[in-house]
């Protein structure tokens, strides 16, 4: 799921650098003179490649005796601890939203105070408190296309489109989104969020009430994936 919230790069740099940059202040009437803006630079995110590493132990008898389905079997299990370690990566923003999983102003990705490097910005917050039900995902929805860029513009790009939940809420996240009238409801109301955007329960996540909305075109251009060397099975002896 890496291509679903990263964009990936390849890397030969213990650290890589992200630049962001802000947008340009509102278009002014033409009398005469072109007014110029510049697009600031916002913010640079080093990014640290970290090596892991997993090792285990083949009997030397299984060899002689040519148990390669064993041999095989203890391969494949070796494997699985990688992948297991990619999924579970791939929802470091989520689960660690509000403390160690940082943005480009050092404050946590779910914050209620995100402060933009361009003086003409102002400060926002991305932080909701409110467990899921429908008014909740209503508020979240309109809030999120409220944010402004860094210079208070509409940013009429941002819209929801993605509910990340864990897959204790998957049912129910379902049928706020797919349900054709509102949930819960008695009167049975026209549902106007029916259709609208894709729910993604996903297992890593560990918090059983967190939710996010997401718009995920976005969240994959700020996100970045740094791959120095692929997977690869070594033997002890080529390892120094």
């Known amino acids: 799921e890496k291509g679903m919230w990263f964009t990936e790069h390849d890397s030969s740099m213990e650290t890589e650098n992200a630049l962001s940059y802000g947008d340009m202040g509102a278009m ?60 579970s990566a791939c929802y470091d923003w989520f689960n660690l939203a509000t403390s160690s999983y940082t943005v480009g102003d ?39 296309q409220k944010f402004l860029t ?30 054709k009238g509102k949930p819960d409801a008695v009167t049975n109301n026209i549902n106007a969020y029916n259709g609208k955007v894709q729910v993604i ?8 009430n967190n939710w996010a909305l997401v718009n995920k075109k976005r969240m994959k251009e700020s996100q970045h994936w740094y791959t120095v060397q692929a997977p690869m099975y070594l033997k002890d002896r080529e390892i120094s």
């Open 28 to 87: 002014e009437q033409f009398q005469g003179n072109v007014g110029f803006d510049v697009m600031k630079q916002e913010y640079k995110k080093a990014i640290t490649n970290i090596q892991f590493a997993k090792g285990t132990a083949i009997e030397f008898k299984l060899v002689l005796t040519k148990q390669l389905p064993v041999v095989d079997a203890i391969a494949a299990a070796l494997g699985y601890t990688l992948k297991r370690k990619h999924l």
């Open 106 to 144: 050092t404050l946590a990705l779910g914050h209620a105070s995100h402060t933009s490097n361009d003086s003409r910005g102002t400060t926002q917050s991305n932080l909701g408190t409110t467990e899921l039900s429908y008014a909740a995902f209503d508020a979240a929805y309109v809030a999120m």
């Open 150 to 179: 860094p210079t208070s513009q509409m940013d009429f790009e941002l819209k929801p489109d993605c509910l990340v939940v864990p897959i204790d809420l998957e049912a129910y996240a379902t049928e706020i989104i797919g349900s």
């Open 201 to 208: 329960a996903a297992r890593p996540i560990v918090d059983t």
